[in-house]
């Protein structure tokens, strides 16, 4: 353990570091670890969805729709059910969207505060609107929430989920609670599975407010490093009808990592009844989405099966870069007791804890070396982490020699941080 060591001990080996890290500085790299893209490599895997619709293709959908036409609000049948095998939903429960998932939950608090949810007063008319945050979490979720002034408070992630005694508390005992932000399965940033008990409390929620929803953002639903050993949640759809709550969950997904991000087809699965809700707002948007895209994709993969087939593929080239960062923080941190880490079954993130007050530091002595990261404190709504501590690490879009020389900068970083931060102490 680093805070083991004597002072003098630990300014030698500070000085060592800093000489090193002057090195490297002077290298001039130019490396980037922060936003969870695929690699180009991993988009090439979609070429061939350029070839399932060609000038002599049939366009018209199972459903009678000609594709290259206007209609079609919620998406053609075949869509549907491939994105009801994504989702594990019915095809009834799903409408399809464009391109970008997070747009559809940017539409759903965008709705809720103009048009209100159900019949419910318009969030935009009230005197406070709350969201629970699960944190560390996804910035871009709370981008969203705070673009509407929606206040956001934090909830604890443990290894089965959020805190679910708080999340109840809040939820039962205060009717400005009108969300909650969840990534179920290998979450952004910590790769966390929710387990069945913190689905089942989920569903079972007893919430104050009667349009509060669980915005339920399965976007990692099929994103498994080791497709032979896939970890597996319960159905949010299915155990909030048992419970008798059918209506609360919203639960979104897409194909932007499985083919094209931002160009791929998203959906949002819910109760017949939220369809419905969501419907008479959305026809006075759009008259339909994509159906191009939408045909392309239900043909390219079919069903459930032949997108596991190709998520095999992408895990083919993610596994490797995720063992180099195990490894690599393993090697160089292990046992220092000055940073802890997840080690995700799935997703795009690995989750790194600082010892208290040394992210921000980190980072930016990360930028100055040339290596960019997700900014410091990005995990937690209004970009502040309390603790000064989490940083996520995204491994997926550089090189496999990109990334081994950034996760060797990024650990020299943290020994060197964490020594002056023990000195100073
Ligand atoms: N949800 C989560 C948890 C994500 O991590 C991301 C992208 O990183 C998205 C949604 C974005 O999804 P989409 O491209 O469908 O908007």
């Given at each position: 353990m680093l805070m083991d060591q004597s002072r003098e001990e630990l300014k030698e080996q500070y000085a060592g570091l800093k000489a090193r890290y002057e090195e490297l500085k002077a290298q001039g790299l130019k490396l980037d670890i922060s936003r969870g893209k695929p690699s180009k490599e991993q988009l090439e895997l979609s070429m061939d969805l350029f070839t399932v619709l060609t000038p002599s293709s049939d366009m018209i959908s199972e459903d009678g729709v000609d594709t290259r036409n206007y209609g079609c609000l919620t998406g053609i049948l075949e869509a549907k059910k491939l994105l009801a095998d994504l989702l594990e939903a019915k095809p009834e429960n799903i409408i399809v969207f464009g391109g970008s998932s997070l747009n559809i939950m940017y539409d759903m608090v965008s709705k809720a505060y103009t048009?209100?949810?159900?019949?419910?007063?318009?969030?935009?008319?009230?005197?406070s609107v709350k969201f629970l945050c699960p944190v560390p979490g996804y910035d871009r979720h709370f981008s969203v929430t705070q673009a509407f002034g929606i206040e956001m408070i934090n909830v604890p992630m443990n290894d089965a989920g959020p805190d679910m005694d708080l999340v109840e508390r809040l939820v039962s005992e205060d009717e400005s609670v009108k969300g909650i932000w969840c990534v179920p399965k290998y979450s952004n940033p910590g790769g966390t599975v929710y387990s069945d008990e913190t689905v089942r409390r989920f569903a079972a929620l007893k919430p104050a407010a009667k349009d509060f929803r669980i915005f339920w953002d399965n976007a990692y639903n099929v994103h498994h490093l080791d497709v032979d050993r896939p970890r597996e949640i319960l159905n949010i759809l299915e155990e909030t009808e048992k419970a008798g709550n059918p209506n609360l969950v919203y639960e979104f997904g897409s194909f932007s990592k499985i083919t094209f991000p931002g160009s791929s087809v998203s959906a949002i699965a819910c109760s017949e009844a939220n369809v419905k809700d969501i419907t008479s707002v959305m026809q006075n948007q759009i008259i339909g989405h994509n159906k191009i895209t939408q045909l392309q994709h239900a043909r390219y993969f079919k069903d459930k099966a032949g997108i596991l087939d190709h998520m095999r593929k992408h895990a083919a080239i993610l596994k490797p870069k995720f063992d180099i960062v195990e490894e690599t923080l393993e090697k160089n941190?292990?046992?220092?007791?000055i940073g802890s880490w997840s080690h995700p079954e799935g997703g795009y993130f690995v989750s790194f804890n600082t010892l208290p007050g040394c992210a921000k530091e980190v980072v930016s002595l990360m930028k100055e070396a040339g290596v960019t990261m997700t900014g410091a404190g990005a995990t937690y709504p209004y970009k502040?982490?309390?603790?000064?501590s989490n940083i996520r690490i995204a491994p997926s879009y550089a090189t496999v020699e990109e990334l081994k020389k950034a996760i060797e900068i990024f650990t020299l970083v943290v020994r060197l941080v964490s020594t002056e931060k023990l000195l100073e102490n």
């Open positions: 048009h209100g949810i159900m019949g419910e007063t318009p969030w935009g008319k009230l005197p941190l292990g046992g220092l007791g502040k982490d309390p603790e000064d």
